[in-house]
């Protein structure tokens, strides 16, 4: 193996093919070698990682994993960040959704830009700490409280994206309500900040007067500006709500396949199984990719029944099965909507494979690939994974199996991202003021 930047030996690579153990090499923050190796290699030069201080690690350019597992970056590809650690101003005493919506809304003015924005760098370099690489943010934009409500959050995200940018990349999909009454505003608003740099339009039509009409607007801004589109469906436990079918003569009329997103689709698990099945097929045929949110729909949806109480958890393993790409992720971190979580892409795993019923030994790949792999394809991240010529961006887990990342949800990450070690979780908690209106951190090199 030619000289590197970087040299790793005795790493699990659960996700590839070829062996058990790898070794691995990094060039300019490139991965220049994986290769299979034949059995654990003994190497005096190269030093455990376990035994290596974060302080250090930069410098050491050989490591011994000693079989740990090493996954590419994890791409956490539906998120809130604009909503993160506002719990404390904003409560939920019901626990539904609409309550969350109308009590975020009711506080939203109140909230200034820095703290807006501060909130966004805080939740990005958590998920940066727990060893995600890519996410993707929906933000809050309420054209209807006053363009200046709005606005805000669009330049406090893009004010963190810069100040985060060194850590890991966020992808911004506004959530543009449509009101056929102010759409002249709203479309004047919403060319405005897809001209800012903001990745793609986004919106929840199912909760509109006229769905069909918001998602016809969702396509004429997103097909305007060669956009992909990621829009909230039919996040209810009502199975009449079929935004979905709507949303998928819309990506094929446009041609949209492949550049589609459904976040939620709850209601699919509500409906009867012949109806969930043709609304399933006609997504794998229109090329709609879907995006499940175990911890928060098993939060809010519900909250009207007794006894058997549904879940809100879409079919995952039916979308799957019938070729839909269907991604895992955090969606909402401390705020109403959801009261937990921190944008630990393992825990939203874990959460998955229970809602889903996914924990057999065969599956637990099956939920791996949903939180790296398919939200990578449906993100358009470029030159994923752990290949020779990709960018180098991967985490190192305190675990010996893929299984046992979900039965131990491992303290001990290690994470490189960016050309360098971004900090396992203990260092961005020690340099992160917890205050969700902190300055920004200052990271060593």
Not at 69 to 78: I, K, R, T, W, Y
Not at 258 to 264: C, D, I, P, V
Not at 343 to 368: F, K, N, P, R
Not at 413 to 435: C, F, H, M, P, Q
């Amino acid at each position: 193996m030619p000289t590197a930047d970087l040299e790793i030996v005795n790493a699990r690579l659960p996700l590839a093919d070829g062996g058990e153990l790898f070794r691995l090499a990094v060039s300019g923050g490139r991965w220049t070698a994986v290769e299979p190796q034949a059995g654990r290699l003994a190497s005096p030069e190269h030093e455990p990682i376990g035994a290596i201080g974060f302080e250090r690690l930069p410098s050491v350019r050989r490591l011994d994993l000693e079989g740990r597992v090493l996954l590419p970056g994890f791409v956490d590809v539906h998120m809130h960040l604009d909503k993160a650690y506002s719990l404390p101003f904003v409560r939920n005493r019901s626990g539904t959704l609409l309550e969350a919506i109308g009590n975020y809304r009711a506080a939203a003015p109140a909230f200034a830009k820095e703290t807006i924005r501060d909130r966004i760098v805080k939740a990005a370099l958590r998920s940066a700490s727990f060893g995600s690489a890519t996410l993707r943010s929906h933000l809050d934009v309420p054209v209807h409280l006053g363009r200046d409500v709005a606005m805000r959050t669009i330049e406090a995200a893009l004010e963190a994206r810069e100040l985060v940018s060194g850590f890991v990349d966020i992808q911004y999909f506004p959530m543009y309500f449509y009101d056929p009454a102010m759409e002249g505003e709203l479309t004047e608003f919403a060319a405005e900040t897809l001209r800012m740099g903001v990745d793609g339009v986004g919106g929840a039509p199912h909760l509109t007067p006229d769905p069909a009409a918001g998602i016809d607007w969702a396509f004429r801004m997103a097909t305007g500006f060669g956009l992909p589109i990621d829009l909230h469906a039919d996040e209810t436990d009502d199975p009449s709500v079929k935004t979905i079918d709507v949303y998928c003569d819309y990506v094929v009329r446009y041609g949209y396949s492949g550049r589609a997103t459904a976040g939620h689709l709850c209601s699919l698990a509500a409906m009867e199984h012949e109806e969930a099945e043709r609304l399933i097929a006609k997504m794998a045929e229109a090329g709609v990719a879907a995006a499940t949110l175990p911890a928060v729909n098993l939060y809010l949806q519900g909250r009207g029944d007794r006894g058997n109480v549904r879940r809100g958890v879409t079919r995952v393993r039916e979308l799957a099965d019938a070729g839909v790409k269907v991604a895992a992720a955090s969606d909402n971190i401390q705020d109403p909507f959801h009261p937990f979580g921190r944008g630990d892409m393992l825990q939203i795993g874990l959460m998955a494979s229970y809602a889903a019923h996914l924990a057999g030994e065969e599956d637990i790949l099956t939920v791996l690939r949903m939180l790296t792999q398919v939200p990578a394809a449906i993100a358009g991240v470029r030159e994923y994974g752990v290949a020779a010529g990709n960018p180098a961006s991967f985490a190192v887990f305190d675990a010996a199996s893929a299984e046992e990342l979900f039965q131990e949800l491992p303290a001990g990450r290690w994470v490189y991202n960016k050309s360098r070690w971004t900090g396992a979780s203990e260092l961005i908690r020690r340099r992160y003021d917890d205050s969700p209106t902190a300055a920004s951190p200052s990271f060593a090199e």
